[in-house]
C-alpha cells in the first residue's frame, strides 16, 4: 500500500482564526497505476493539460466552486467522485494557536504519529505493509523528518506496535506525485470545512460552503473509524500549544 500526505496550514502561522489539517491519502498500490492514468486522462479532458499541479487553493475556492461553467469547477467534481473516492483517509485536523516555538526536530511531530497510527490500522486490516510518502518541505526539514520517524518506529512503545508501516518515508514532490495531489485536495476540503466553521452544524449559506460540506461529506465517508481510532480526528483546541509551543521543550 502507499500513504500520501499534506499538511495544509502552518503551525507557525501567528493567526489563530484557522485550522491546521494534516491529511493522509492511503491507496492499494496495484490500483495506483490505473488511478494515475485517469488522474492524466482527466487533466487532459477537462483541463488541456496533463502536467499540471492540482492544488486546493486552486480548485477548492469560492470562484472555482460557484461558478459551473468553469473548466476548473467541472475537474474538481469529477475528481472528487471518480478520483478520490478510490482512497482511504485519515486526518488529523488541529485548531491553530499562536506558538513561540517551533518543535524539537529530534521529535516526531505528533501529528505525524496520529496519521501513522491510522495508516499502520488501514493496513493491519487490509494485511499489507505501507510505505509512507510525505509531500517534500525543504532538504534540511526532510532530512529531519525522516530521522525523527525512524526514532520514534525503532525508538518509542508505541512506534515499535506499527508493525505495517514501511520503517523509512519517502519525501516526493507533489508536482510529479498524483498521490500527493489528492492529499492536498483532501486536507484542503477539510481544512475550509472547519475554517468556515461548518463543523458546528451551521446551515450552509452559499453555493460555495453547499459543495464544501458535500466534499467533505465524501471524504468522511472514505476515512474509515475502528474500535481504536477516529479516521478524522478533531484534536483539542491546545494540541499544536502543548505539541509544538514553547512548554513542549
Request: charged fraction near 25%; aromatic fraction near 12%; proline fraction near 2%.
Amino acid at each position: 500500500m502507499f500513504s500520501f500526505i499534506d499538511i495544509s496550514g502552518d503551525v507557525r502561522s501567528k493567526d489563530n482564526n484557522y485550522y491546521v489539517v494534516a491529511a493522509a491519502a492511503t491507496i492499494n498500490n496495484e490500483h495506483i497505476s490505473s488511478l494515475i492514468n485517469k488522474i492524466h486522462s482527466l487533466k487532459r479532458d477537462c483541463l488541456d493539460n496533463e502536467t499540471l499541479e492540482i492544488k486546493s487553493t486552486e480548485f477548492v475556492n469560492k470562484n472555482t466552486l460557484e461558478n459551473s461553467n468553469l473548466r476548473k469547477h467541472a475537474f474538481i467534481e469529477r475528481f472528487i467522485k471518480e478520483i478520490l473516492i478510490e482512497f482511504k483517509f485519515s486526518a488529523v485536523i488541529m485548531r491553530n494557536t499562536p506558538i513561540e516555538k517551533y518543535f524539537n526536530r529530534e521529535i516526531l511531530p505528533a501529528h505525524y504519529i496520529f496519521l501513522m497510527q491510522r495508516i499502520n490500522k488501514i493496513a493491519e486490516i487490509q494485511k499489507k505493509q505501507v510505505l509512507v510518502i510525505i509531500d517534500n518541505e525543504a532538504r534540511c526539514i526532510d532530512r529531519w523528518t525522516a530521522f525523527a520517524f525512524n526514532n520514534y518506529l525503532f525508538r518509542s512503545s508505541g512506534g515499535k506496535k506499527l508493525l505495517n508501516i514501511v520503517e523509512m518515508p519517502i519525501f516526493a514532490d507533489s508536482e510529479m506525485t498524483q498521490g500527493l495531489q489528492v492529499a492536498d485536495i483532501a486536507a484542503g476540503i477539510i481544512k475550509r470545512y472547519y475554517d468556515l466553521q461548518l463543523n458546528m452544524g451551521t446551515a450552509p449559506k452559499t453555493e460555495y460552503e453547499n459543495k464544501i460540506v458535500e466534499y467533505y461529506a465524501i471524504i468522511a465517508r472514505h476515512a474509515p473509524n475502528n474500535s481504536n481510532y477516529v479516521g478524522l480526528y478533531e484534536a483539542p483546541d491546545d494540541f499544536i500549544r502543548r505539541n509544538f509551543g514553547i512548554d513542549n521543550n
